[in-house]
């Protein structure tokens, strides 16, 4: 199953291979709420799930699309829209792949099938105004890329191949605060001058990262002020703006910068990454826009610790790792339930202490 979203190509080769994809997702759907209806005490509800699934299924396998909006105000709806439709079904997806191991949540099923069917019937037509549209926008794209030198373009593209590289062979597992999340859905889509990023769920996503090019035919300092307003109050949002040179006004908004929810990075094609370094969400963000290839993965430093430690507490993984208590918690759940870690303390003990277990001889 993809985790990309796609929206590169002709307005209807967009909705058919999104299409295709969600199929795929509400099938698979289909067989895991069998499972669970085997094994579940709420099987009235579990089959008006399915019934329904089933309906959405043979709507969105009929190529009539008459059903569906007619008017579409842009290209940024229209990929909405497909966005919605997408994540909507890999959200339902995932949750039935969850309760198969954790248990049936009933609730959490029908707000995310609701929330699908409101995506099926969300979807718009590509009608030609959209699609000339479309057309002007491309050519203007074009243009603008073919206008770069041909030394700037090939290490613009150099750079976004490196971070899309980066960001299919790594995700983050700790976001800034503090808050553990492995578990968390990761996805990406790129373009000839951009690439975005972002960590969380079709209601909530904590994490978006995006880099571009940027052109600097305004003072950029008035539009990333403008920008700030925009990202939401529980999301952090690290955006990278990539040049050839950046001028000096530039480099010290950028090296001062700070703000709540907003991080700010500008690539530098020849001299690298510049930003605020005494600002601690935009250093614990940094990986995912500097040139280096990987990270080492949570489970493998947690492993590490483990091994260097007879006995540990939540406080110490706390402070070793940078995780809230919170965090910290669901991480040592993980490893006590997968019977890597066993909890040794008093019941009266507020700090937590875990020790490895002992492979039986």
Partial sequence: MSEKIHEIGSLEDIQNINTENVIKNIEHSLLLIDQLIQSSENIHELRSFRKK???????????????????????????SAEKRFYEAAGDLHAEFEKQLNDGINVKSIRILLDTFEISVNSRLIPTSELKKQISDMKKSEESHVELLP??????????????????????????????YVKDLNWKYVSGDDFIKARLGSLLEKPLVLEAHYQKMENRLIDQIQIMDNKVKKNQHKCLCLINESWDEETKDFASRFVHPNLVLYLYDLDAGLIFNKGNKMAEHYAFWFNTEPD???????????????????????????????????????????????????????????????????
């Fill in 53 to 79: 699934i089933s309906t959405h299924l043979s709507e969105i396998q009929d190529k009539n699309l008459g059903k569906f909006n007619k008017k579409t105000s842009d290209h940024n709806d229209f990929i």
């Fill in 150 to 179: 041909s030394d700037v373009k090939n290490e613009l593209h150099l750079y976004l191949n490196m971070l899309q590289t980066k960001y299919s062979k790594n995700r983050p597992e700790i976001i800034f605060g503090g808050d």
């Fill in 295 to 361: 990270m080492k993965k949570l489970d493998e430093l947690v492993m590490d610790f483990i091994d260097d430690h007879e006995y540990f507490t939540e406080y110490e993984v706390a402070e070793a790792f940078g995780l809230n208590i919170k965090g910290t918690k669901k991480l040592l759940k993980g490893l006590v339930d997968n019977g890597i870690i066993i909890d040794v303390s008093f019941e009266s003990e507020i700090n937590k202490k875990y020790t490895k277990i002992k492979p039986k001889d």
